[in-house]
C-alpha cells in the first residue's frame, strides 16, 4: 500500500496537481481585522455573504442551544427535529414547491433522487458538464448512463426518443460551474415532457442567484411541475451546510423510504438546518442582496473583458495550467484569492482563472485585483 501511495504522490507532482487543505488566509487568530487586512475573497461560493450574517449565526446558536450539537440519529430513527420541518417549509417557500427533504450535503441529495429513481430500466442523460456528485450519483444508480455533449438539446432529443429503456431522467444544472452558463430550462423540460422522461435540475448555484434568489427554475415558471425535480446545496448562497431535493409531497415521501443516503446517514446538524431557514426567509425579503451579487458578476466580467455569464462566477481562459497556478498563487500573496481550473478536473480541456462575485465584494478592491490579474496574465506569470 505504501508504494501505491508514494507513486500516486509522484504521479501529481510531475502533472501539477496536487491539492492540499490549507487553511484559508484571513480565518485564522492571528489574522488582521480590518476590512484591508483580509483577503478580497474572488474564490469562495458564499455569494451572499450569508456564511457570516449575525441573523444566521443567531439563528444557529439558538438551535444549537435548544437540540444541541448533532441530530443524533437517523432521520427515519429519532434525528428528526422540529428546525428539519422549519427548514424544509423555508426551502419549499423560497423555491416555490410543494415540498422539500433535507439532506446532510448537497452531495447526498443527488446520491440519494438518482440512487432512488434510477435503476436497469431506466436511462439516465447526464450533461458533460454536471458536477462530480450527480456523475457519482448516476454510476451508483445502476441506470444504463449517456453523457450529452454541454447543453446539446438535438442530441438529447435523438437519445431520448430512440431510448430503448421505459424510463429516463436527463440531469443537467440551473447553472453550470465549469463556465457559469445557464441552459434553457423551459426548452429542457419540454423535451423531457414530449419524452416521458424526469428533468433533474441541480441549482446548487441557480438557488440564491437567479429569479431574484427564488432560483431558475421558479423563474421558468416550472416549480411544481410534476416531471421537474431540483437538487440544491445549503452551503452556497445560503450561507450553511447541507442539502435538499424539493419536488412533490411524493416524491418526498418516496425518497424518505428508498434513499440510502438520507435513510443510512444521520440527520442534518441544527445549526446549519437553523442557518439555511434563516438565509431563506432574508433572500425573500431582501431581493436587493441578489441585485448586488449581479452588479459585482457583471463589474468582474466587464474588467476582465469576458462576456457575463450567468451565475456568479465569471471564467477567464488561460493558455496554460502552469500559468494558471502560477497566477492564483502569486494574486494569493497579494491578498486575493481566486480559483485555478486546470486539467484534469475541466471537461474541456481549458485552463481558467475563476473569479466568483459576492454581495458584499467592495467595487474599488475588485477592479484593483482584476487590473493586478490582468497584468500578471500579460506577463505570461
Ligand atoms: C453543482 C453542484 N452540485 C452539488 C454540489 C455538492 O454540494 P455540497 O457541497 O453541499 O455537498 C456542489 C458543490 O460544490 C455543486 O457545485
Known sequence: MQDRLIDAARVRDRRGTVRATRISPGTDEDAGTGALDRPLDLASNDYLGLSTDSRLKAAAITATERYGTGA?????????????????????????????????????????????????????????HIHASLVDAARLSRSPVTTIPHSNFAALNDLLANRTQTRAIVVIESIYSVLGDAPN???????????????????????????????????????????VVVTATLSKALGAQGGAVLGSEM???????????????????PAPAAAAAAACRIILAEPARVDA??????????????????????????????????????????????????????????????LTAHADTDPARLVWATALMTSMLLDGN
Open 251 to 269: 416524491l418526498r415521501d418516496h425518497l424518505v423510504n428508498t434513499a440510502r443516503s438520507f435513510i443510512f446517514d444521520t440527520g442534518l446538524a
Open 72 to 128: 443524533r440519529a437517523s432521520r427515519v430513527v429519532t434525528g428528526t427535529l422540529p428546525i428539519h420541518n422549519h427548514l424544509e417549509q423555508s426551502l419549499a417557500e423560497l423555491t416555490g414547491q410543494p415540498a422539500a427533504l433535507a439532506f446532510s450535503s448537497g452531495y447526498a441529495a443527488n446520491l440519494g433522487i438518482l440512487t432512488a429513481l434510477g435503476g436497469p430500466d431506466t436511462l439516465i442523460l447526464i450533461d458533460a
Open 293 to 354: 451579487l449581479h452588479r459585482v458578476a457583471s463589474l468582474i466580467a466587464s474588467s476582465c473583458g469576458v462576456d457575463r455569464a450567468a451565475g456568479p462566477v465569471q471564467s477567464i481562459r488561460v493558455g496554460s495550467p502552469d500559468i494558471a497556478v502560477k497566477v492564483t498563487e502569486r494574486l494569493r500573496d497579494e491578498g486575493i484569492l481566486v480559483g485555478c481550473f486546470r486539467p484534469p478536473s475541466v471537461p474541456d480541456g481549458i485552463s481558467r482563472l475563476r
Open 185 to 227: 430550462l423551459l426548452d429542457a423540460a419540454m423535451l423531457c415532457a414530449t419524452h416521458d422522461a424526469l428533468l433533474v435540475v441541480d441549482e446548487a448555484h441557480g438557488v440564491g442567484v437567479l429569479g431574484a434568489g427564488r432560483g431558475g427554475v421558479y423563474a421558468a415558471g416550472l416549480a411544481g411541475a410534476d416531471h
